[in-house]
């Protein structure tokens, strides 16, 4: 049914036919039209942030931990610039997201207009794609595009700018029989003669490993479920990158953990010396390749990707699969059932004798301390204390990040919601407040660094205002840790500006805010204070004081290969591990 | 009575004449200068019909841009002086307040027929003085230089003879005269 309404109605009742419950926003000039029309109904609840960065990680968040499309109200000039580096952050870790900028009116565009900035030129490059509305009648199209394009394919950010006159504007709004786009349709079955031959490959294998990543969380919880039951069928080893966490539960014994520059020494000696190595999902970024000559020179090398430039794209591979996992893993179980093809029971019984020897290895070992609170200790009585509840965790960016990767056991996908490809300090809290509004009764943590913490600090009064009880849980080293630790080991341990001073006083920061603080310096109290921060019915700020100096192994030098790892019990001088071409590398 | 004020920014101004102009830019070819020329026009909302470049200068690395473009008065002024203020941009010329330049643009046509067609096709592109560059017993590739007028002239009686496919270079212009820019 058509209806004349002003641009500004369109851009709600557009949210309000995609079934959008929620966006994060934050008003100004070039927006009021549309906040006039979201104060007119009460289908879309907006949830004021502090911050435009805010308001994009929040919705980064809320759609990475429910599958749903993120959405994002700012106005123009400084409300679109603060957005940049969560939609650049996005884009990096393909979440799926709408944001809506105010535009000046179309006839000042181009005149240095009252907050006007070229929002469809800065964002270019870090928008999967991006609208300026020129006119009405395009609008609806655009708003319902928009959409389809943040969620179909791989997925990513869409920011539609809309100028002032064109929110006051009428038109007519229908709602679209479908909201594809006129050319984009994304591959999504795989080809079934390369599919056939993957499995044949699969098949063959004497040393296989899985390495599956963000992808098959992007792909929906079937695609997790589809690969558990294809790793089930093999028996053969997983392992997965950062973004991957959850889609293999980590309590089953073919889990290897995860891989890459602070992976597990299995993971990583299993992806060295593997024969065949079955990419599912993950685009073989530089943390998880290290020196790509040495990248497991030995193995062919399956990738199923739905984006055909990550194929090829780094390292070079044997069978190249575009096509949306979930699919493509169907058709996998489905071939390997009906052919039931005979795997080489003793080369894998061999293969996974070298593991274990590697898994021996006890690569996550750490020297605990009675009077210190080691930061890994931290994170495994976190974890133990949670696990039997409905728990999300958000990270900031830096060691307290890796350690939760490491120590922290995900059994479900979307449990986990870090900043992964573009490192966004800063991340953290705003996804927590986004995870909490999309899942209302679960426990969500933001393991945070100390310095990270403060970047988003604002977002506190955020979940205060709406009663959003998420749990910041601080490893507070006093050091920007991650930068120390390369400060150790690239640049003679001069910390150059890597120390945290004048911090403020957390539990009477969370105070301020109107929250709960709790500080834990004794590893006796550890367990006592988690209880208690995860019993207050609102959020908290836990301080946790953690050993100042402890470097995150186990690590890969840069400049290395997956077999010259750092471990944890390393006894040497630290300062001597990488040589001048690491340095340059990083 | 007045309106309510519904917004702070000042009404649209009324419609001006809109004149079609040919800028000649000269450019440091180095990377990513096209992108600014072409990010400056779609951020400002400037209209490019035409925008040819090439590296004319090989030993200092320059080249020139020719831009046609139409707009106000105002908005042409305007159109020069932000390209004036891009840092690898040398000169910018307005060709068409100089008098009348020369305009020139190639054209590579693509017709497919035989018969009646085929004969005609032939004959026209004579007329109107193409080269023929490819032949076969169905199909012919005709390259023809002009002003865009003539070439879109030449592009209306190919697509009754069977036109299928058109490559065209965009505008080459330079002044009359003996200066040079
Ligand atoms: C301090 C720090 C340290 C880090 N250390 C590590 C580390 O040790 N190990 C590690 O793993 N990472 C690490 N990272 C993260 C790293 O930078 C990358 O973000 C991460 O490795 C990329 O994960 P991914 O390959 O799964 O790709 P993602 O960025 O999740 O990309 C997903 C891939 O899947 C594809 N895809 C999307 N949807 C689908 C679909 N439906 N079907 C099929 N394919 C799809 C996409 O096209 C893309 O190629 C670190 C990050 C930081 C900040
Ligand atoms: C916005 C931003 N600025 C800078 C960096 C570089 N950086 C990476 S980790 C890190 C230190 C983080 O310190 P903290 O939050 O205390 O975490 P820790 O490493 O100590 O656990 C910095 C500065 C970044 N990732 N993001
Ligand atoms: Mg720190």
Redesign the interface.
């Known amino acids: 049914m058509t209806r004349q309404m002003t641009g500004a109605e369109m851009v709600v009742q557009a949210m309000q036919d995609q079934g959008v419950e929620h966006i994060f926003g934050y008003p100004g000039g070039a927006v009021l039209p549309i906040y006039d029309a979201l104060f007119q109904q009460d289908k879309v609840k907006h949830v004021l942030v502090r911050h435009e960065q805010g308001a994009v990680h929040a919705a980064e968040g809320y759609a990475r931990s429910s599958g749903k499309v993120g959405c994002v109200l700012v106005t123009s000039g400084p409300g679109a610039t603060n957005a940049v580096t969560g939609l650049t952050d996005a884009m990096l870790d393909s979440i799926p997201l709408v944001c809506i900028t105010g535009q000046v009116p179309t006839h000042l565009i181009g005149s240095d207009a009252f907050q006007e900035c070229d929002t469809v030129g800065i964002t270019r490059h870090c928008t999967k794609h991006n609208y300026l509305v020129r006119s009405i009648e395009d609008l609806p199209r655009i708003l319902h595009e928009a959409f389809y394009v943040a969620s179909n394919g791989r997925p990513g950010p869409v920011v539609i700018d809309i100028p002032k006159d064109v929110q006051f504007a009428k038109g007519s709004y229908a709602r679209p029989m479908s909201n594809q786009h006129k050319t984009y349709r994304p591959q999504i079955k795989g080809d079934m003669g390369k599919i056939q031959a993957a499995v044949d490959l699969i098949a063959s294998a004497k040393r296989p490993v899985f390495y599956t990543g963000g992808g098959v969380v992007n792909s929906g919880p079937e695609a997790s479920a589809l690969l558990r039951e294809l790793v089930r069928l093999t028996g053969y080893p997983i392992t997965s990158t950062l973004m991957g966490l959850g889609s293999y539960p980590a309590s089953d014994s073919q889990w290897l953990g995860m891989l890459g520059m602070h992976g597990t020494y299995e993971a990583n000696l299993a992806m060295h010396d593997c024969d065949v190595m079955i990419c599912i999902g993950a685009r073989f970024d530089d943390r998880i390749t290290g020196r790509l000559d040495a990248f497991s020179p030995k193995s062919k090398k399956i990738h199923v990707d739905i984006d055909p430039s990550s194929i090829n794209k780094n390292v070079r591979v044997d069978i190249g699969i575009v096509g949306d996992c979930g699919h493509v893993l169907e058709d996998m179980v489905r071939l390997w059932r009906a052919q039931a093809p005979q795997v080489d029971k003793a080369a894998l019984g061999e293969w996974w004798k070298r593991i274990d020897g590697w898994r021996a290895r006890n690569c996550l070992g750490y020297r605990n301390d009675s009077k210190v609170i080691k930061p890994q200790y931290a994170i495994q009585r976190l974890y133990e204390l949670t696990k039997d509840r409905d728990v999300y965790v958000t990270t900031e960016v830096g060691q307290h990040q890796m350690w939760a990767a490491q120590y922290f056991k995900f059994e479900e996908p979307n449990r986990w919601m870090t900043s992964g490809g573009l490192g966004t300090m800063g991340y953290g809290l705003p996804a927590a407040v986004g995870t909490q509004m999309a899942h209302p009764g679960a426990l969500v943590i933001d393991i945070a660094g100390e310095a990270s913490i403060l970047m988003n600090m604002q977002e506190m009064s955020t979940a205060l205002q709406y009663r959003l009880p998420v749990k910041i849980f601080i490893l507070n080293n006093e050091y920007m840790g991650m930068v120390r630790q390369w400060q150790e080991l690239l640049h003679g341990g001069r910390y150059s500006e890597s120390y945290s001073a004048a911090l403020p006083d957390f539990v009477k920061l969370a105070e301020a805010y109107g929250g709960h603080g709790i500080r834990c310096s004794d590893p006796a109290e550890l367990d006592h204070a988690i209880l208690e921060m995860i019993d207050t019915p609102k959020p908290v700020i836990f301080d946790c004081i953690v050993a100042k100096e402890e470097n995150c192994f186990p690590m890969i030098p840069s400049g290395k290969a997956h077999n010259e790892m750092i471990l944890p019990d390393f006894e040497g001088k630290t300062g001597d591990i990488i040589d001048a071409k690491g340095r340059e590398l990083v | 009575m007045n309106m309510p004020m519904?917004?702070?920014?000042?009404?649209?101004?009324k419609a001006q004449p809109q004149a079609r102009h040919t800028l000649s830019v000269l450019v440091d070819n180095e990377p990513g200068v096209l992108a600014r020329i072409a990010?400056l026009f779609?951020?400002?909302?400037?209209n490019i019909e035409s925008l040819t470049v090439s590296e004319t200068e090989h030993e200092k690395h320059v080249s020139r841009i020719t831009i046609v473009t139409t707009g106000t008065g105002q908005v042409i002024d305007?159109i020069k002086a932000q390209l004036d203020r891009l840092v690898p941009v040398h000169r910018v010329v307005d060709l068409t307040i100089q008098g009348e330049a020369i305009e020139r643009e190639l054209a590579l046509v693509k017709v497919v027929g035989t018969g009646e067609s085929r004969v005609e096709a032939m004959r026209l592109a004579g007329a109107f003085g193409a080269r023929t560059l490819d032949a076969t017993l169905t199909s012919f590739v005709f390259e023809v230089t002009g002003t865009t007028d003539e070439i879109e002239r030449f592009l209306r009686v190919m697509s009754v003879v069977g036109l299928v496919e058109v490559s065209r270079t965009g505008i080459a212009a330079m002044a009359r005269g003996a200066e040079a820019l």
């Open positions: 519904k917004s702070h920014y000042s009404d649209a101004p990010g779609s951020g400002r909302g400037y305007q």
